[in-house]
């Protein structure tokens, strides 16, 4: 046998040093899975020519190509110069509409930019490293890394004009964008039905963002590949919402919008059907037989609509509790998403959009999409072996970095426009503060006092005066529900009366 035909997928790689081999993101193949996903990758060269690359005397080969050895080469070769050939065609068609009679200034810059944007993606299609995963085709993982480059040299320039500029730049996008639009509220009405309206929960409930909802939780759920943990971001999301709504009214909902709707009937739902497909993927058997090895055009049809689906799978073990480092990672990696998640409220908020306008449609898309290998990147890095060697995966650094540069540029213009300035309420800030105190008493106990093997094996005294301590602790942050939920106002009168005369010296942060 060929030695550049060994195992289920291969990879044409140049010589480098052997140390770095597990890392490299054109070992795709090998961390896409399973053994079926690359034991067959072998390094071409002698060792002679190895040695005489570490020593740096011959320079370094291009970057090799990732392919599917049963597969077809044919969609694996590189072909940069056809790329190139295809590019400069493409934009001297693009040149044509520069010369048509209703081009203006305006649109002759957007389409300077489109032009600009597209020779980048074309750039990091040919040329930026792979990622992880490597179906349907590895091109499609360099694309959307190149697009969130795209993303964060957008953010990095928005950065440094002010909310002024910023809507001006906007309005030259779209004039509508120069429009206030009135905000929806959703905790007006929240009676279940009336007399006269037996049926006005389905008639206010039902829109399309059920379907979003639900369609969202269940990519959320193939992504992490944990119900436990999309449900933590389901729950942690709401939580936020009832927190901040006294900065953002659009954040106000009903109990049964929240608890109902929400966490149960759309984000459970599509948690679920997430489960269900996990286990579908788990289950089957990857087996990959060469295309050309299949006879009919049955077979060949439904291979290569095959390649549409993960090479193999691997299920995520998360860890949380396993030691005070894994807690912390999956802690920060919540908070992430969450701010992700709450990113697009503000944004939208803030430069007056609708809800279904395009930007904030492709938003949502493109981070679903750098999502994908990012967070496969993130897992593999927590759960390397030597952590002083490994590197964050490239689409996980531009994912982090565009979302911290998203978060600084939200709070700039909220600041500039003296948005999301109100001060937070006694019923949320309190129970918040006692929340946060007794997790953190319940971190120390259960990470520094309580040992591993009582951890597994639940038992003690610390370990049961830790978990005491983190129960109250989510009772608190179940307070801040009950009494923050604008139609049911659990003992938020009471608790107000209780607080008003310490108020002062309890939230002195708050002046």
């Not at 002024?164 to 009676?191: K, N, S």
């Not at 426009?417 to 937070?424: A, N, R, S, T």
């Not at 009494?483 to 107000?496: A, N």
């Amino acid at each position: 046998m060929n030695r550049e035909q060994c195992g289920d997928a291969n990879k044409k790689v140049s010589p480098s040093k052997p140390n770095r081999r597990s890392n490299s993101p054109r070992n795709a193949n090998m961390h896409e899975g399973n053994s079926d996903a690359g034991d067959g990758i072998q390094r071409k060269g002698s060792e002679r020519k190895e040695k005489k690359e570490r020593e740096g005397i011959e320079p370094r080969s291009p970057r090799p190509y990732v392919r599917e050895k049963d597969f077809t080469d044919l969609v694996y070769m590189p072909r940069t110069i056809t790329a190139l050939f295809v590019f400069i065609v493409f934009v001297l068609l693009m040149i044509r509409y520069y010369y048509l009679p209703q081009m203006g200034v305006v649109a002759n810059v957007k389409l300077g930019l489109a032009a600009s944007a597209f020779s980048f993606i074309v750039f990091g299609v040919i040329h930026l490293p792979d990622s992880l995963l490597v179906r349907p085709h590895p091109f499609v993982w360099r694309a959307v890394l190149a697009s969130g480059v795209l993303y964060v040299a957008l953010l990095s320039f928005l950065l440094f004009q002010n909310l002024e500029t910023v809507r001006a730049i906007m309005g030259l996008y779209d004039p509508a964008l120069l429009e206030a639009l009135p905000e929806r509220q959703y905790a007006e009405d929240c009676r279940i039905s009336t007399s006269s309206d037996p049926y006005l929960f389905i008639r206010t409930a039902c829109d399309v963002f059920i379907l979003a909802h639900f369609i969202g939780y269940f990519v959320k759920t193939l992504i992490l590949r944990d119900w436990r943990f999309a449900t933590c971001v389901s729950i942690t999301f709401e939580i936020i919402e009832i927190t901040l709504q006294h900065a953002l009214p659009n954040f106000k909902e009903c109990w049964w919008d929240h608890l109902l709707l929400d966490v149960l009937l759309c984000n459970g739902g599509g948690t679920l059907l997430g489960m269900f497909a996990l286990r579908r993927l788990r289950a089957k058997k990857y087996h990959w037989v060469a295309l050309r090895n299949i006879k009919g055009y049955k077979g060949k049809t439904r291979r290569i609509l095959g390649q549409l689906g993960p090479r193999s799978f691997e299920s995520y073990e998360w860890n949380v509790f396993h030691d005070p480092k894994r807690f912390m990672q999956f802690l920060t990696l919540l908070l992430l998403i969450s701010l992700a998640e709450a990113n697009c409220f503000t944004i939208k908020h803030i430069l007056q959009m609708r809800p279904n306008y395009h930007l904030v449609i492709l938003r949502l898309a493109l981070w679903g999409l750098i999502a994908m290998p990012a967070i496969r990147e993130i897992y593999t890095y927590i759960n390397s072996n030597n952590s002083k060697t490994t590197r964050l995966g490239t689409t996980a650094w531009v994912a982090i970095s565009a979302l911290l540069l998203e978060t600084i540029w939200i709070a700039k213009l909220s600041i500039e426009g003296g948005y999301f300035q109100e001060p937070m309420p006694v019923y949320i800030a309190v129970p918040w503060m006692c929340a946060l105190f007794l997790f953190f008493v319940w971190f120390v106990l259960f990470f520094c006092v309580v040992s591993l093997r009582q951890r597994q094996e639940r038992r003690g005294v610390w370990y049961a005066l830790s978990n005491l301590f983190f129960y109250t602790g989510c009772g608190c942050v179940v307070a801040v529900v009950m009494m923050g939920m604008p139609d049911l106002q659990l003992g938020r009168k009471r608790f107000e009366r209780f607080m008003a005369p310490y108020e002062h010296r309890v939230l002195f942060w708050r002046e």
